[in-house]
Protein backbone atom coordinates (compact mmCIF):
# COMPACT_ATOMS: atom_id res chain seq x y z
CA UNK A 1 0.00 0.00 0.00
CA UNK A 2 1.33 3.30 -0.99
CA UNK A 3 1.11 5.89 1.49
CA UNK A 4 2.26 9.91 0.93
CA UNK A 5 2.92 12.53 3.35
CA UNK A 6 2.99 16.11 3.79
CA UNK A 7 5.09 18.16 6.03
CA UNK A 8 6.10 21.37 6.18
CA UNK A 9 5.34 24.68 8.83
CA UNK A 10 1.63 25.63 8.88
CA UNK A 11 2.48 29.15 8.58
CA UNK A 12 4.35 31.71 6.64
CA UNK A 13 4.71 35.04 6.44
CA UNK A 14 4.51 36.98 3.24
CA UNK A 15 7.21 37.33 0.98
CA UNK A 16 8.92 34.48 2.61
CA UNK A 17 9.11 30.68 0.95
CA UNK A 18 6.74 28.01 1.49
CA UNK A 19 8.46 24.26 1.61
CA UNK A 20 6.95 21.53 1.86
CA UNK A 21 7.99 17.46 1.78
CA UNK A 22 5.91 14.99 0.87
CA UNK A 23 7.45 11.19 1.86
CA UNK A 24 6.24 8.10 0.09
CA UNK A 25 6.32 4.85 1.67
CA UNK A 26 5.17 1.58 0.33
CA UNK A 27 6.61 2.81 -3.55
CA UNK A 28 9.60 4.42 -4.98
CA UNK A 29 9.32 7.57 -6.73
CA UNK A 30 11.43 6.56 -9.35
CA UNK A 31 9.46 3.84 -10.48
CA UNK A 32 8.29 3.91 -14.15
CA UNK A 33 5.38 5.55 -14.99
CA UNK A 34 4.32 7.31 -11.97
CA UNK A 35 4.76 10.95 -11.53
CA UNK A 36 4.58 12.58 -8.38
CA UNK A 37 2.41 15.98 -8.06
CA UNK A 38 1.98 19.08 -5.56
CA UNK A 39 -1.90 20.00 -5.72
CA UNK A 40 -3.49 22.66 -3.60
CA UNK A 41 -6.78 24.00 -2.68
CA UNK A 42 -7.59 27.77 -1.30
CA UNK A 43 -10.50 28.20 0.96
CA UNK A 44 -13.51 28.04 -0.82
CA UNK A 45 -12.20 26.80 -4.16
CA UNK A 46 -11.27 24.19 -6.27
CA UNK A 47 -8.13 21.99 -6.61
CA UNK A 48 -5.32 23.56 -8.23
CA UNK A 49 -2.45 21.80 -9.81
CA UNK A 50 0.59 23.17 -9.43
CA UNK A 51 3.59 20.87 -10.92
CA UNK A 52 5.18 17.33 -11.17
CA UNK A 53 8.25 15.86 -10.77
CA UNK A 54 8.06 12.52 -13.18
CA UNK A 55 9.74 8.99 -12.43
CA UNK A 56 13.16 10.09 -14.13
CA UNK A 57 13.12 13.34 -12.21
CA UNK A 58 12.06 16.19 -14.94
CA UNK A 59 10.06 18.70 -13.79
CA UNK A 60 6.91 20.61 -14.95
CA UNK A 61 5.15 23.64 -13.93
CA UNK A 62 1.80 25.26 -13.58
CA UNK A 63 2.10 28.63 -16.60
CA UNK A 64 0.46 30.57 -13.65
CA UNK A 65 3.11 29.58 -10.94
CA UNK A 66 5.82 28.58 -12.49
CA UNK A 67 8.30 31.72 -11.81
CA UNK A 68 7.63 31.08 -8.71
CA UNK A 69 7.68 27.15 -7.79
CA UNK A 70 10.57 24.50 -7.58
CA UNK A 71 10.11 21.02 -7.18
CA UNK A 72 12.70 18.43 -6.25
CA UNK A 73 13.67 15.02 -5.31
CA UNK A 74 15.82 13.01 -2.76
CA UNK A 75 15.51 9.81 -4.26
CA UNK A 76 18.08 7.93 -1.29
CA UNK A 77 14.54 9.22 1.36
CA UNK A 78 11.76 8.64 -1.07
CA UNK A 79 10.79 12.32 -0.57
CA UNK A 80 9.85 15.13 -3.33
CA UNK A 81 9.46 18.69 -2.21
CA UNK A 82 8.05 21.83 -3.16
CA UNK A 83 9.35 25.03 -2.91
CA UNK A 84 7.03 28.40 -3.34
CA UNK A 85 8.93 31.53 -3.27
CA UNK A 86 6.90 35.18 -2.71
CA UNK A 87 4.20 34.05 -0.88
CA UNK A 88 1.02 36.05 -0.43
CA UNK A 89 -2.07 35.33 1.61
CA UNK A 90 -3.39 34.01 -1.24
CA UNK A 91 -1.27 31.41 -1.58
CA UNK A 92 -3.45 29.91 2.15
CA UNK A 93 -4.44 27.25 0.90
CA UNK A 94 -4.46 23.40 1.51
CA UNK A 95 -1.87 21.15 -0.18
CA UNK A 96 -1.92 18.19 -1.35
CA UNK A 97 0.99 15.25 -2.67
CA UNK A 98 -0.36 12.94 -4.91
CA UNK A 99 0.51 10.45 -7.46
CA UNK A 100 -0.37 10.06 -10.70
CA UNK A 101 -0.19 7.05 -13.44
CA UNK A 102 1.51 8.75 -16.06
CA UNK A 103 -1.31 11.65 -17.55
CA UNK A 104 -4.13 9.39 -16.12
CA UNK A 105 -5.68 8.92 -12.86
CA UNK A 106 -4.08 9.91 -9.74
CA UNK A 107 -4.22 6.57 -7.37
CA UNK A 108 -2.46 7.54 -3.96
CA UNK A 109 -3.05 11.37 -2.28
CA UNK A 110 -1.95 12.17 0.95
CA UNK A 111 -4.34 13.27 3.25
CA UNK A 112 -3.08 17.19 2.78
CA UNK A 113 -1.32 20.01 4.92
CA UNK A 114 -2.76 23.34 5.65
CA UNK A 115 -1.09 26.38 4.82
CA UNK A 116 -1.38 29.59 6.21
CA UNK A 117 0.16 33.03 4.51
CA UNK A 118 0.00 35.55 7.56
CA UNK A 119 2.12 38.07 9.17
Known amino acids: QVQLQESGPGLVKPSQTLSLTCTVS??????????WNWIRQPPGKGLEWMGV???????YYSPSLKSRTSISRDTSKMQFSLQLSSVTPEDTAVYYC???????????WGQGTQVTVSS
Open 98 to 108: ARRVLTTRYDY
Open 26 to 35: GGSITTSYYN
Open 53 to 59: ITYDGST
